[in-house]
Structure formats: C-alpha cells, structure tokens
C-alpha cells in the first residue's frame, strides 16, 4: 500500500477534529469585553489544544517523509494515534468547563499520554515495515524526545493529582515547546540529494 492514502486520511480526520474544537468554544453572552473576560481559560484551553493538533499534523507530515512502504500494523497504529487525537475535543470541552478541577484535567492530560504513547507505536510500526530505511530507526532507537515527553507527561499527571490540577495542562503545554521544530534527522534527510 502506498503511503498517500494514510497521510490523505490522516489530514482530513485532524482537519475534522480541529472543527470540532472551534465548534465547542462558547459564544460569550453580550458584545463587551467583560463577557469575554469570564471565559478566557475556555480560549487558552482552545488554543493549547488547537496546537496540540497542529503540532502532531506537523511531526506526522514530517515522519511520512521518511516513509516508503506501509502495512496493516502502520495503518492500525496510525488509527490509534487518530483515535487519541479525536479524543481531545471532548477533553478540552471538559477543562473549559471545569479549569479547576481534577477530574477533567487528568482525563486531558491522558488523552495527551495516550497520543504521546501511539505516536510510539506509529514510529515503531513505520521502522518494521520500513526495514530498509535507516533513517527512521535511527530515529525511533532510543527517541529521546519522545520519551522524555511521555516521562514528562506522567510528571504533569502526578504534579497535578498531588499538586495542584491546572499544573497538568501547564506542563503538557510546555513539553508541545518540544515539538514545535520538526526532527532534523528528517529535515537532513529530505534536503540530501537524490541520486
């Protein structure tokens, strides 16, 4: 199977799932800047999710570079990872809700684990049936960004339960900072000629 099916598929279900994330920001009852003033951590929350998905759009558009050849395992751990991410509107609908509370900041701080832990079963999926590619095991051996956002993750959820619960989100949102510059291994990779 060619990879522009997945990467297409891929597009059009974030495309799907960022709409959806401008659909649940509420309207602020009255046209002043005061009825806007009660609702701004319904904003921020919309905007650390908005690049959450935009972030992974880009890291997922940046692997496929790399990618030759895909297989069943590639397309049920690329579903996984869409499975998490179409999560995230209903996570962020809830903090909005609820900044404050437990419950709802644990639920998306996992949604955010879990997406984390899918994009490593993608990039190991991708390795296997792309065995002939030494760039993306190169990557995938030992990722350190990944896992330090995966470790960090945990942190965020432990700092938060114990803590206090909006140190979730605060965190999660500093580990995207990672995330922000696409791998140079596959930026080097795309610009080496071809022979």
């Known amino acids: ?22 659909l649940e ?6 046209d002043s800047f005061s009825a ?4 701004e951590h319904q904003f921020i929350i919309y905007l650390i ?3 959450v998905l935009a972030i992974y759009w880009n890291n997922h558009h940046h692997l496929f570079q790399l990618v030759k050849r895909v297989d069943g395992l590639v397309l049920w751990a690329n579903n996984f990872l869409i499975l998490a991410l179409s999560i995230l509107p209903f996570a962020t609908s809830w903090v909005s809700d609820h ?3 437990l419950a709802p900041q644990v639920i998306y701080g996992c949604v955010i684990l879990l997406a984390d ?8 999926a991708l390795v296997r049936a792309n065995s002939q590619t030494p760039q993306l095991k190169a990557l995938f051996t030992g990722y350190k960004k990944l896992y330090l956002s995966i470790g960090l993750n945990i942190f965020a959820l432990v700092v938060g339960y114990f ?10 949102a500093f580990v995207l900072l990672l995330w922000v510059i696409p ?5 080097k990779t795309i610009d080496q000629p071809k022979e």
């Open 117 to 124: 832990f899918a994009y490593l079963l993608l990039g190991r």
């Open 36 to 39: 806007f003033a009660g609702m």
């Open 163 to 172: 803590v206090h619960p909006v140190l979730i989100i605060v965190l999660d």
């Open 99 to 101: 900044p404050l509370s």
């Open 183 to 187: 791998e140079r291994i596959i930026e």
């Open 1 to 22: 199977m060619t990879k522009s099916r997945i990467e297409a598929f891929t597009d059009a279900v974030i495309a799907i799932v960022m709409t959806i994330l401008v």
């Open 49 to 51: 999710s908005f690049c």
């Open 25 to 30: 920001l509420h309207i602020p009852v009255g």
